[in-house]
Nanobody
């Protein structure tokens, strides 16, 4: 299974971006999906997750109220809508497919990872 993330870029603080992640196979239709990010010199951290049917979502405290996550099971895709971006959101963003139908904040729960897309927010 390959996951391809896209949609990153260079934006200014307060702008919005929408990240997309498409799976090479529709295995993600029955699996939770998640987004993580890693800033330079920092560990990878959880951003958001969505359950297999999109009914349950969870967000890191740092992005609550600004980010939303959605899923298109038919396309095997997951999206991360990022609004009111801040410089501290700058990182490489990775999408991942969970081993289960319910998402988790633990990266060990995810079996497949995309290569990441860079998001840079200038002040």
């Amino acid at each position: 299974v390959q996951l391809q993330a896209s949609g990153g870029g260079l934006v200014q603080a307060g702008d919005s971006l929408r990240l997309s992640c498409v799976s090479s196979k529709r295995t993600s239709s029955n699996n939770a999906m998640g987004w993580f990010r890693q800033a330079p010199g920092k560990e990878r951290e959880f951003v958001a997750t969505i359950s297999w049917n999109g009914g349950i979502t969870s967000f890191a405290d740092s992005v609550k109220g600004r980010f939303s996550i959605s899923k298109d099971r038919a396309k095997g895709a997951v999206y991360l809508q990022m609004n009111s971006l801040k410089p501290e959101d700058t990182a490489v963003y990775y999408c991942a497919s969970s081993r289960s139908s319910i998402g988790s904040t633990d990266p060990q729960s995810y079996g497949y990872w995309g290569r990441g897309t860079q998001v840079t927010v200038s002040s």
